[in-house]
């Protein structure tokens, strides 16, 4: 595979901004730091010190280099999401999956691979629930010589959207294990780090971009919530959206947008009103009955140049109601493929391998009915009936060294049952599901189409799926239960969106097609943290091919378990 260049980042820097140097080496530092955010003093992980963490910035096919040291009590792994890690699953990051934690004075190598991505991606750790504050953005610009398919924006602006609690995540996740339920609701929502002015004790203060009347700024939007999806608008302006997943959309207008955990979403701001401030705001898109999510909404601020006083009140962006599904669906339902000369698509027309997996949220008894789900039970969730569970080791390192019994290869390729998925009321028997650790093997060059089908089962959900290794095609979506001899029929097989996430809806059904040319072992999970930590995850395994060039690179030094 031809690299443009070798790049390698430490990642200790000022403001958490990163340029790129060329033959340099740099470090990422996780660490515990003391952060004072809405009246409290609370412990978070960091990298550097830096909340979010730093923003590296590359250009297409250019390879980097992490070293990351483990200075925190915690084991830690870090992710480079929707990075395609081209026969490298090496420096993938989900802990059990491709490698064994970085454990507490260790440190790890990581070898990142960019390909074909373009435009937004980010980082973030995939251990526990540490990405919570382990997470920074990823900026791919185009190759040298060429440009983006729009006008260049005056300046680009990363804005990260998260959570904050008061107490420390790892007391959120434990008790969240302990109580078999829904974790507690996240305090606040955070714009780059900060809840913003509805919040009291936002301190050192709200974010604010300072803009030019005229100019056109381009905001990089990354949904790091670990358990919603987010509405997110500017007020009294139209934003442009240009790319989604490092890859670059069909230009069109909304006054707001949905965008999901794990997900990307570029859009251009023009600075086309009356000078003044205004809020960019984001609160949650909730459709779950009876879920206790943060009903709070996050700002920041677009502050004009020119005469307005900085103590003016900004105005306030209308935002969809926050169970308002039709205008989740339809902002999703817009995106399409550039398509165009520079930029074509390669939707798989020939599907060697179709799947059809149900995401569903299950139940188990709870002794003396004490746990936190419905009637006393502990909530799960599963693909295709199985819960995930993993393994004592790393499947990659057990696939490559021919170790058995860690992991089976004998997942569904469809559920168990079959039956209406989101009929109103199912019966109790069909709650259950059966934990395991199995795997999808696919042969390399197969061409892969998947239904992902939510299910009614305890409650109904929007499930943001994400596949690593792989950017995929999203070539239909819809309410209801998937119908296998009329919904193919809408297939969008000329400019679907390429992705690496995608929200199945609640209720509904969403179909991607991608080709299984990446040999290696792949993650595919819910991006909300509770639906993965009860288990609605599985893992591809993609065997090699005979070209010397679709075989597996050889593995680092990893860490042990």
């Known amino acids: 595979m031809k690299v443009s260049c070798l790049q390698v980042f430490s990642i200790l820097l000022f403001a958490g901004i990163l340029h790129c140097r060329a033959h340099s080496r740099y470090t990422f530092v996780v660490e515990e730091t003391r952060y004072t955010r809405l009246c409290s003093n609370t412990t978070i992980l960091t990298v550097n010190g830096k909340y979010p963490g730093p923003t590296i910035h590359v250009h297409r096919g250019d390879t980097i280099i992490v070293d990351v040291i483990n200075k925190a009590k915690y084991n830690i792994t870090i992710h480079w999401h929707g990075v395609m890690q081209p026969r490298n699953p090496w420096s993938d990051g989900p802990e059990w999956i491709t490698q064994c934690p970085i454990q507490p004075g260790a440190k790890f190598t990581q070898t990142i691979i960019f390909s074909t991505e373009e435009g937004t991606l980010w980082w973030h750790a995939h251990s526990d629930w540490a990405r919570a504050t382990v997470h920074g953005a990823v900026v791919i610009y185009p190759q040298k010589e060429t440009t983006y398919p729009f006008p260049k924006p005056h300046a680009e602006v990363p804005i990260i959207l998260g959570n904050w609690w008061k107490s420390t ?115 949650a898109y909730a459709s779950t009955f009876n879920y206790t999510f943060d009903r709070t909404t996050t700002t920041a601020i677009i502050q004009y140049s020119g005469n307005c006083p900085p103590s003016s009140t900004p105005s306030f962006p209308n935002l969809p109601v926050y169970n308002d599904t039709n205008a989740s669906v339809s902002f999703t339902g817009r995106l399409r493929s ?21 995401v569903s949220v299950n139940s ?102 994400h596949l690593h290794g792989f950017s995929f095609y999203v070539v239909g979506w819809g309410l209801g239960t998937f119908n296998k001899d009329k919904d193919p029929l809408t297939y969008n097989l000329v400019d679907p969106p390429l992705q690496n996430t995608i929200a199945v809806p609640i209720d509904g059904w969403t179909t991607i097609r991608f080709k299984a040319d990446n040999p290696g072992v792949w993650f595919m999970h819910c991006h909300l943290d509770r639906h993965a930590s009860w288990g609605m995850n599985t893992v591809f395994i993609v065997r090699n091919g005979k070209a010397s060039n679709a075989r597996m690179l050889p593995p680092p030094r990893m860490p042990p378990c």
């Open 169 to 283: 995540i790892y007391d959120v996740y434990n008790e969240f294990l302990r109580i078999g339920g829904d974790p507690n609701a996240s305090d606040a929502y955070t714009i780059n780090g900060q809840p913003g002015d509805l919040y009291p004790c936002s301190s050192p203060g709200t974010f604010t971009l300072n803009v030019d009347y005229g100019l056109t700024y381009l905001l990089r939007l990354i949904n790091a919530a670990m358990q919603d999806m987010l509405f997110f608008a500017v007020a009294n302006h139209s934003l442009t959206v240009v790319g989604s997943d490092a890859s670059y959309t069909k230009p069109f207008t909304s006054d707001y947008i949905t965008i999901s955990p794990g997900q990307t979403i570029d859009v251009l701001l023009h600075a086309d009103q009356m000078p003044g401030r205004y809020y960019m705001a984001a609160k």
């Open 364 to 465: 188990s008894p709870c002794p003396s009915r004490t746990c936190s789900g419905p009637n006393g039970t502990r909530l799960y969730s599963s693909v295709n009936n199985i819960s995930f569970v993993n393994p004592s080791m790393a499947i990659l390192e057990a696939y490559y060294k021919g170790i058995n019994g860690v992991f089976g290869t004998h997942f569904p390729d469809v559920p168990p049952m079959e039956f209406n998925y989101t009929a109103e009321y199912l019966p109790f028997d069909l709650q259950a599901a059966q934990p395991g650790t199995e795997v999808k093997v696919l042969d390399y060059g197969s061409t892969i189409e998947i239904v992902f089908q939510g299910t009614s089962l305890i409650f109904g959900a929007d499930n943001p799926m």
């Open 338 to 358: 550039l398509a165009d000369e520079n930029h074509p698509v390669d939707v798989p027309m020939n599907i060697t391998q179709k799947l059809f997996y149900t």
